[in-house]
């Protein structure tokens, strides 16, 4: 069984943080071309076991056509596509601490950095995230 401290540690270890809050860490990735995307792993609390969400966001509620981000929810190849309590949208996945391997992280947190950037280019009017 995964600790909150164990993702940190575990993640600080793999990427260069570029912020730290109480239960959030920020990762800024190379996705090429000369692009980066915002990348980040939240702690949850919510329901009976605590959870990791990975999560970049590619835009803000109105930025964007729905329909068009919900056709392409259905071809993402893990998590989905959410709007949190501040308006943004994310490209996010979670994961249960309780049964978390540390090491599956890594290909979860490249594909939603990767995932969420191509969404960005393709739905939203800038490069921001």
Same mark, same amino acid.
């Given at each position: !069984?995964?600790?909150?401290?164990?993702?940190?540690?575990?993640v600080?270890?793999?990427?260069?943080?570029?912020?730290?809050?109480?239960?959030?860490?920020?990762?800024?990735?190379?996705?090429?071309?000369?692009?980066? /995307? !915002?990348?980040?792993?939240? =702690?949850?609390?919510?329901? &009976?076991?605590?959870?990791?969400? =990975?999560?970049? /966001?590619?835009?803000?509620?109105? @930025? =964007?056509?729905?329909?068009?981000?919900?056709?392409?929810?259905?071809?993402?190849?893990?998590?989905?596509?959410?709007?949190?309590?501040?308006?943004?949208?994310?490209?996010?996945? &979670?994961? !249960?601490?309780?049964?978390?391997?540390?090491? &599956?992280? *890594?290909?979860? =947190?490249?594909?939603?950095?990767?995932?969420? *950037?191509?969404?960005? /280019? /393709?739905? &939203?009017?800038? @490069?921001q995230y």
């Amino acid at each position: !069984m995964a600790t909150w401290d164990d993702v940190r540690s575990y993640v600080r270890s793999k990427w260069p943080i570029t912020g730290e809050t109480e239960g959030f860490i920020a990762i800024e990735f190379s996705t090429g071309d000369g692009r980066t /995307q !915002m990348t980040g792993v939240r =702690l949850l609390h919510e329901g &009976s076991e605590p959870r990791i969400r =990975l999560e970049s /966001q590619f835009a803000w509620e109105g @930025d =964007l056509d729905a329909v068009a981000a919900l056709k392409l929810n259905g071809v993402l190849p893990l998590g989905a596509i959410a709007i949190d309590e501040d308006e943004r949208l994310l490209y996010a996945y &979670s994961m !249960m601490l309780g049964t978390l391997d540390l090491d &599956s992280i *890594d290909i979860a =947190l490249r594909t939603i950095a990767v995932y969420g *950037d191509k969404l960005e /280019q /393709q739905l &939203s009017p800038a @490069d921001q995230y």
